[in-house]
Protein backbone atom coordinates (compact mmCIF):
# COMPACT_ATOMS: atom_id res chain seq x y z
CA UNK A 1 0.00 0.00 0.00
CA UNK A 2 3.06 2.36 0.81
CA UNK A 3 4.43 1.47 -2.17
CA UNK A 4 1.45 2.33 -4.33
CA UNK A 5 1.13 5.82 -2.79
CA UNK A 6 4.46 6.49 -3.32
CA UNK A 7 4.43 5.47 -7.19
CA UNK A 8 1.34 7.20 -7.97
CA UNK A 9 2.38 10.41 -6.29
CA UNK A 10 6.07 10.25 -7.69
CA UNK A 11 4.15 9.66 -11.30
CA UNK A 12 1.70 12.72 -10.37
CA UNK A 13 4.90 15.01 -9.91
CA UNK A 14 6.63 13.37 -12.69
CA UNK A 15 3.08 14.61 -15.02
CA UNK A 16 2.76 17.40 -13.31
CA UNK A 17 6.58 18.37 -13.91
CA UNK A 18 6.13 17.91 -16.99
CA UNK A 19 3.49 19.79 -17.66
CA UNK A 20 5.34 22.83 -16.39
CA UNK A 21 8.08 22.55 -18.81
CA UNK A 22 6.24 22.14 -21.95
CA UNK A 23 4.60 24.70 -20.66
CA UNK A 24 7.37 26.95 -19.95
CA UNK A 25 9.47 25.83 -23.64
CA UNK A 26 5.63 27.13 -25.46
CA UNK A 27 5.14 30.72 -23.68
CA UNK A 28 8.86 31.20 -24.63
CA UNK A 29 8.12 30.60 -28.18
CA UNK A 30 4.99 32.34 -28.37
CA UNK A 31 6.34 35.55 -26.29
CA UNK A 32 10.03 35.37 -26.98
CA UNK A 33 10.27 38.84 -28.58
CA UNK A 34 8.95 39.83 -25.24
CA UNK A 35 11.48 37.52 -23.26
CA UNK A 36 14.53 37.36 -25.24
CA UNK A 37 16.88 40.38 -23.67
CA UNK A 38 18.67 40.74 -26.63
CA UNK A 39 18.61 40.36 -30.22
CA UNK A 40 19.41 36.86 -30.71
CA UNK A 41 21.72 37.58 -34.12
CA UNK A 42 23.19 40.87 -32.63
CA UNK A 43 26.73 40.33 -32.45
CA UNK A 44 29.49 42.22 -30.18
CA UNK A 45 32.92 40.65 -30.28
CA UNK A 46 33.44 42.37 -26.95
CA UNK A 47 31.67 40.03 -25.39
CA UNK A 48 32.83 36.55 -26.43
CA UNK A 49 32.86 34.00 -24.63
CA UNK A 50 31.29 35.40 -21.41
CA UNK A 51 30.40 32.82 -18.67
CA UNK A 52 26.86 32.01 -17.22
CA UNK A 53 25.77 34.14 -14.65
CA UNK A 54 27.54 31.39 -11.59
CA UNK A 55 30.98 31.53 -13.03
CA UNK A 56 34.00 34.00 -12.49
CA UNK A 57 33.86 36.69 -15.33
CA UNK A 58 29.96 36.59 -16.13
CA UNK A 59 28.68 39.63 -17.60
CA UNK A 60 25.44 41.13 -15.97
CA UNK A 61 22.50 40.79 -18.75
CA UNK A 62 23.48 37.76 -20.21
CA UNK A 63 22.49 34.96 -17.57
CA UNK A 64 23.25 31.77 -19.66
CA UNK A 65 26.52 33.75 -21.61
CA UNK A 66 27.97 34.45 -25.00
CA UNK A 67 28.80 32.63 -27.92
CA UNK A 68 31.72 33.10 -29.89
CA UNK A 69 30.35 36.34 -31.74
CA UNK A 70 29.21 37.72 -28.82
CA UNK A 71 25.98 36.76 -28.58
CA UNK A 72 23.11 36.09 -25.80
CA UNK A 73 22.64 32.55 -24.91
CA UNK A 74 19.36 32.91 -23.71
CA UNK A 75 18.02 34.77 -26.18
CA UNK A 76 18.95 32.14 -28.93
CA UNK A 77 17.42 29.71 -26.40
CA UNK A 78 14.16 31.53 -26.17
CA UNK A 79 13.87 32.09 -29.96
CA UNK A 80 15.25 28.93 -30.91
CA UNK A 81 11.93 27.30 -29.21
CA UNK A 82 10.09 28.98 -31.67
CA UNK A 83 11.59 26.81 -34.38
CA UNK A 84 11.66 23.56 -32.94
CA UNK A 85 8.12 23.85 -31.71
CA UNK A 86 7.11 25.07 -35.19
CA UNK A 87 8.77 22.33 -36.87
CA UNK A 88 6.91 19.24 -34.50
CA UNK A 89 3.48 20.43 -34.69
CA UNK A 90 3.34 21.23 -38.50
CA UNK A 91 5.03 18.21 -39.25
CA UNK A 92 3.22 16.47 -37.44
CA UNK A 93 0.11 17.68 -38.87
CA UNK A 94 1.03 16.89 -42.17
CA UNK A 95 1.98 13.51 -40.94
CA UNK A 96 -0.81 12.71 -39.40
CA UNK A 97 -3.39 14.08 -42.10
CA UNK A 98 -1.25 12.15 -44.65
CA UNK A 99 -1.56 8.41 -42.50
CA UNK A 100 -4.77 9.33 -41.44
CA UNK A 101 -6.16 8.91 -44.75
CA UNK A 102 -3.72 6.23 -45.95
CA UNK A 103 -4.47 4.08 -43.06
CA UNK A 104 -8.93 4.84 -44.05
CA UNK A 105 -8.37 3.98 -47.19
CA UNK A 106 -6.48 0.91 -46.40
CA UNK A 107 -8.40 -0.40 -43.98
CA UNK A 108 -11.62 0.23 -45.57
CA UNK A 109 -10.98 -1.03 -49.35
CA UNK A 110 -8.99 -4.06 -50.13
CA UNK A 111 -7.95 -3.07 -53.14
CA UNK A 112 -6.14 0.14 -51.62
CA UNK A 113 -4.51 -2.04 -48.70
CA UNK A 114 -1.99 -3.65 -51.02
CA UNK A 115 -1.06 -0.71 -52.48
CA UNK A 116 -0.81 1.50 -49.41
CA UNK A 117 0.90 -1.59 -47.21
CA UNK A 118 3.63 -2.28 -49.70
CA UNK A 119 4.29 1.40 -50.12
CA UNK A 120 4.73 1.73 -46.67
CA UNK A 121 7.09 -1.07 -46.16
CA UNK A 122 9.55 0.43 -49.00
CA UNK A 123 9.12 3.42 -46.68
CA UNK A 124 10.38 1.61 -43.92
CA UNK A 125 13.14 -0.46 -45.36
CA UNK A 126 14.63 2.91 -45.36
CA UNK A 127 15.62 4.81 -42.05
CA UNK A 128 13.60 7.84 -41.63
CA UNK A 129 16.70 10.22 -40.73
CA UNK A 130 18.27 8.79 -43.76
CA UNK A 131 15.65 8.94 -46.16
CA UNK A 132 15.12 13.15 -43.91
CA UNK A 133 18.40 13.42 -45.35
CA UNK A 134 18.22 12.68 -48.72
CA UNK A 135 15.28 14.19 -49.60
CA UNK A 136 16.88 17.68 -47.83
CA UNK A 137 19.91 17.17 -50.66
CA UNK A 138 17.29 16.96 -53.04
CA UNK A 139 15.01 20.04 -52.24
CA UNK A 140 17.17 22.16 -50.41
CA UNK A 141 17.40 23.71 -47.02
CA UNK A 142 14.47 25.89 -45.29
CA UNK A 143 12.43 26.08 -42.38
CA UNK A 144 9.48 25.26 -44.60
CA UNK A 145 11.08 22.52 -46.81
CA UNK A 146 12.15 21.00 -43.59
CA UNK A 147 8.94 20.92 -42.86
CA UNK A 148 7.67 19.28 -45.53
CA UNK A 149 9.98 16.80 -45.29
CA UNK A 150 9.68 15.83 -41.87
CA UNK A 151 5.82 15.62 -42.59
CA UNK A 152 5.86 13.22 -45.33
CA UNK A 153 8.60 11.17 -43.81
CA UNK A 154 6.48 10.30 -40.69
CA UNK A 155 2.92 8.90 -42.03
CA UNK A 156 3.86 5.17 -41.85
CA UNK A 157 3.36 4.97 -37.83
CA UNK A 158 -0.22 6.80 -38.29
CA UNK A 159 -1.34 4.32 -41.46
CA UNK A 160 -0.37 0.85 -40.03
CA UNK A 161 -2.19 1.35 -36.41
CA UNK A 162 -5.31 3.02 -38.11
CA UNK A 163 -5.48 0.49 -40.77
CA UNK A 164 -5.89 -2.06 -37.99
CA UNK A 165 -8.02 -0.11 -35.91
CA UNK A 166 -10.63 -0.15 -38.82
CA UNK A 167 -9.90 -3.08 -39.83
CA UNK A 168 -11.28 -4.36 -36.56
CA UNK A 169 -14.47 -2.11 -36.45
CA UNK A 170 -15.72 -1.98 -40.10
CA UNK A 171 -17.93 -5.00 -39.76
CA UNK A 172 -19.36 -3.66 -36.39
CA UNK A 173 -23.02 -3.36 -36.43
CA UNK A 174 -22.92 0.72 -36.51
CA UNK A 175 -20.89 0.60 -39.78
CA UNK A 176 -23.20 -2.51 -41.19
CA UNK A 177 -25.95 -0.33 -40.18
CA UNK A 178 -24.69 3.01 -42.23
CA UNK A 179 -24.07 0.50 -44.94
CA UNK A 180 -27.53 -0.85 -45.20
CA UNK A 181 -29.18 3.15 -44.77
CA UNK A 182 -27.11 3.97 -47.85
CA UNK A 183 -24.48 6.46 -45.82
CA UNK A 184 -21.35 6.93 -48.71
CA UNK A 185 -18.25 5.27 -48.24
CA UNK A 186 -16.39 8.82 -47.16
CA UNK A 187 -19.77 9.82 -44.80
CA UNK A 188 -18.77 6.30 -43.29
CA UNK A 189 -15.48 6.91 -42.85
CA UNK A 190 -14.94 10.70 -41.57
CA UNK A 191 -18.49 10.72 -39.71
CA UNK A 192 -18.54 7.18 -37.98
CA UNK A 193 -15.29 5.33 -38.14
CA UNK A 194 -12.81 8.53 -37.58
CA UNK A 195 -13.97 9.70 -34.18
CA UNK A 196 -14.53 5.90 -33.11
CA UNK A 197 -10.56 5.59 -33.51
CA UNK A 198 -9.03 9.11 -33.04
CA UNK A 199 -7.24 8.19 -29.30
CA UNK A 200 -4.33 6.33 -31.38
CA UNK A 201 -4.12 9.08 -33.63
CA UNK A 202 -4.21 11.39 -30.40
CA UNK A 203 -1.47 9.18 -28.89
CA UNK A 204 1.05 8.65 -31.96
CA UNK A 205 0.76 12.64 -32.89
CA UNK A 206 2.51 13.35 -29.22
CA UNK A 207 5.25 11.09 -28.82
CA UNK A 208 6.13 11.91 -33.20
CA UNK A 209 6.33 15.44 -32.11
CA UNK A 210 9.34 14.29 -29.75
CA UNK A 211 11.29 12.53 -32.23
CA UNK A 212 10.41 15.55 -34.96
CA UNK A 213 12.09 17.94 -32.67
CA UNK A 214 15.07 15.64 -32.44
CA UNK A 215 14.95 14.99 -36.00
CA UNK A 216 15.11 19.01 -36.92
CA UNK A 217 18.02 19.38 -34.31
CA UNK A 218 19.51 16.82 -35.88
CA UNK A 219 19.14 17.97 -39.31
CA UNK A 220 20.37 21.50 -38.07
CA UNK A 221 23.30 20.00 -36.62
CA UNK A 222 24.58 18.87 -39.65
CA UNK A 223 23.89 22.15 -41.55
CA UNK A 224 21.15 20.28 -43.65
CA UNK A 225 18.18 21.98 -41.01
CA UNK A 226 16.77 25.62 -41.26
CA UNK A 227 19.59 28.39 -41.98
CA UNK A 228 22.20 29.47 -39.99
CA UNK A 229 20.82 32.81 -39.90
CA UNK A 230 17.66 31.63 -37.85
CA UNK A 231 18.42 30.66 -33.60
CA UNK A 232 17.94 26.85 -33.60
CA UNK A 233 18.83 24.64 -30.77
CA UNK A 234 20.81 22.19 -33.53
CA UNK A 235 22.59 25.68 -35.01
CA UNK A 236 23.69 26.32 -31.50
CA UNK A 237 25.08 23.22 -30.87
CA UNK A 238 26.61 22.56 -34.24
CA UNK A 239 28.67 26.05 -33.60
CA UNK A 240 29.57 25.27 -29.89
CA UNK A 241 31.08 21.68 -30.72
CA UNK A 242 34.05 23.44 -31.30
CA UNK A 243 34.16 25.27 -28.43
CA UNK A 244 33.63 22.41 -25.69
CA UNK A 245 36.98 22.58 -24.26
CA UNK A 246 37.01 26.41 -23.65
CA UNK A 247 32.66 27.79 -23.79
CA UNK A 248 31.15 24.45 -23.13
CA UNK A 249 27.64 26.45 -22.17
CA UNK A 250 27.01 27.22 -25.73
CA UNK A 251 26.75 23.60 -26.68
CA UNK A 252 24.81 22.77 -22.82
CA UNK A 253 22.03 24.87 -22.68
CA UNK A 254 20.51 23.69 -26.14
CA UNK A 255 21.23 20.16 -25.34
CA UNK A 256 19.51 20.83 -22.16
CA UNK A 257 16.59 22.13 -23.85
CA UNK A 258 16.15 19.10 -26.30
CA UNK A 259 16.94 17.01 -23.63
CA UNK A 260 13.93 18.80 -20.92
CA UNK A 261 11.37 19.02 -24.24
CA UNK A 262 11.44 15.50 -25.17
CA UNK A 263 11.45 14.39 -22.11
CA UNK A 264 8.28 16.31 -21.18
CA UNK A 265 6.69 15.59 -24.37
CA UNK A 266 6.81 11.41 -23.74
CA UNK A 267 5.95 11.85 -20.51
CA UNK A 268 2.49 13.73 -21.37
CA UNK A 269 2.51 10.84 -24.06
CA UNK A 270 2.35 8.10 -21.85
CA UNK A 271 -0.16 9.93 -19.49
CA UNK A 272 -2.37 10.64 -22.56
CA UNK A 273 -1.85 6.55 -23.90
CA UNK A 274 -3.14 5.70 -20.32
CA UNK A 275 -6.05 8.09 -20.40
CA UNK A 276 -7.22 7.29 -23.77
CA UNK A 277 -6.09 2.87 -23.60
CA UNK A 278 -9.27 1.65 -21.39
CA UNK A 279 -7.10 -1.11 -20.67
CA UNK A 280 -4.41 0.70 -19.20
CA UNK A 281 -6.40 3.19 -17.40
CA UNK A 282 -5.49 2.85 -13.71
CA UNK A 283 -8.32 3.44 -11.20
Do not use: C
Not at 47 to 61: I, T
Not at 107 to 117: E, L
Not at 143 to 170: C, H, M, N, P, Q
Amino acid sequence: MKKHWRSRFSGKALKWFSIGILGLFIVMAILAPLLAPHDPNAQNLLMRFKPPFWMAGYEPGYLFGTDHLGRDILSRIIYGSQVSILVGVTAVAVSGVIGTLAGLLSGYYRTMDHIVMRIADIKLAFPTILLALALVAVVGSGLDKLIFVLGITGWVSYARIIRSEVLSIRNSDFVVAAQTIGVTDWRLLFRHILPNIYAPIITIATFQIAAVIIAESSLSFLGLGVPVSIPSWGNILSQGQLYMGTAWWISFFPGLSIMLIVLAINVLGDVIRDALDPKTRQN
